[in-house]
């Protein structure tokens, strides 16, 4: 059984800045892409940073140049550093990841159970 568990969530102000991460437990054999996932109220839900196996980032537009994703391939971690936060900035932030267990090589999609960043005005 695999678990993706976040921490780092919390109440800044604007300008701020919050370092979340995710830990993924279990039989894992391999963890392809790992991305963080923002669901705000009244909105659709979006992929806001992922980063591949090889350590390549991609971002959405609205984050670019102040998150930064990064992860710890013998940790099963992934991080995310966010600055200049902003009032829309405020989600709950999931973890998602592909991966293989020692049992299934297919790659499976994995979530965490999210944790909640507001950002003050």
């Known amino acids: 059984q695999v678990q993706l568990v976040e921490a780092g969530g919390g109440l800044v102000q604007a300008g701020g800045s919050l370092r979340l991460s995710c830990t993924a437990s279990g039989t894992i054999f391999s963890i392809n892409v790992m991305r963080w996932y923002s669901q705000a109220p009244g909105k659709q839900g979006e992929v806001v940073a992922a980063i591949r196996l090889d350590g390549t980032p991609t971002y959405t537009d609205s984050v670019q140049g102040r998150f930064t994703i990064s992860r710890e391939n013998a940790k099963n971690m992934v991080s995310l550093q966010m600055n200049s936060l902003k009032p829309e900035d405020t989600a709950v932030y999931y973890c998602?990841?592909?991966?293989?267990?020692?049992?299934?090589?297919?790659?499976?999609?994995?979530w965490g159970k999210g944790t909640l960043v507001t950002v003050s005005s």
């Open positions: 998602n990841a592909d991966i293989q267990t020692s049992a299934v090589r297919a790659y499976v999609n994995y």
